[in-house]
């Protein structure tokens, strides 16, 4: 497709269980993000990829978050052990190389996670 | 379904008039800034961006205010319509440029 693709769309789980949520980002764009938006909160950085460089984690809330992003692509975030203040829409985001555009963000539609 | 932002600020306008939504960033070493705008359901959108050396950038029916010795953005939106209801977030990214943070989000209400 020509956007950024999430999947699962919505994925409700029960406390302690693991999940995976997957991004398909734009065909070219080296850059994917992962941001976290809660009930009344803004965007908060999780973990982003830039070609074959190390990722920053630096946003990743605690050691129960992890992500891969294999073959420069495709990227997964998994959850381990997931608790109730887990729930959140997890949003993943493209962009072309950088000195190819200003910075701007391409965001898929998010994968709405609830934990009961 | 619950929608994003249920406790974020709310501007409520008149279709028809001028809005204006700010934002106050932190980050002096900022110096790039974009607002993006988030329908209910949806990842934010693009609206518009400015550079540090900026002081004013228009778009179509919108324009974007950079203070920098205030640290404070804005965006105008000119002859609101019913279309530009939703959550708007300011961002800003730092010279290093590896992400983009964002400010906690405005809920635009346009009453027809």
């Known amino acids: 497709g020509a956007g950024v693709s999430q999947s699962p769309s919505n994925k409700v789980t029960e406390k302690g269980k693991d999940v995976e949520l997957r991004c398909d980002p734009i065909s070219g764009h080296t850059a994917l993000y992962w941001y976290r938006q809660s009930l009344g909160q803004g965007l908060e950085f999780l973990i982003y990829?830039?070609?074959?460089?190390?990722?920053?984690k630096s946003g990743l809330p605690s050691d129960r978050f992890s992500a891969e992003r294999t073959g420069g692509s495709v990227s997964t975030l998994t959850i381990q052990r997931t608790q109730q203040e887990d729930s959140a829409v997890y949003l993943c985001a493209s962009s072309p190389r950088r000195g190819e555009n200003t910075g701007e963000l391409f965001f898929g539609e998010g994968s709405r996670l609830t934990v009961l | 379904g619950e929608s994003v932002g249920l406790h974020l600020p709310t501007l409520s306008v008149q279709e028809g008039d001028n809005s204006i939504i700010n934002c106050a960033y932190s980050n002096s070493a900022s110096d790039y800034f974009i607002w993006y705008k988030q329908e209910s359901g949806k990842g934010p959108q693009f609206i518009i961006d400015i550079r540090s050396n900026m002081d004013k950038r228009q778009g179509q029916r919108v324009t974007v205010l950079l203070n920098k010795t205030v640290k404070h953005l804005s965006l105008q939106i000119a002859a609101t319509q019913p279309g530009d209801s939703a959550v708007y977030f300011c961002?800003?990214?730092?010279?290093?440029?590896?992400?983009?943070?964002f400010g906690g989000g405005t809920r635009l209400m346009v009453k027809p």
């Open positions: 961002a800003e990214k730092d010279r290093a440029g590896n992400m983009l943070t």
């Open positions: 990829f830039q070609g074959n460089s190390a990722p920053d």
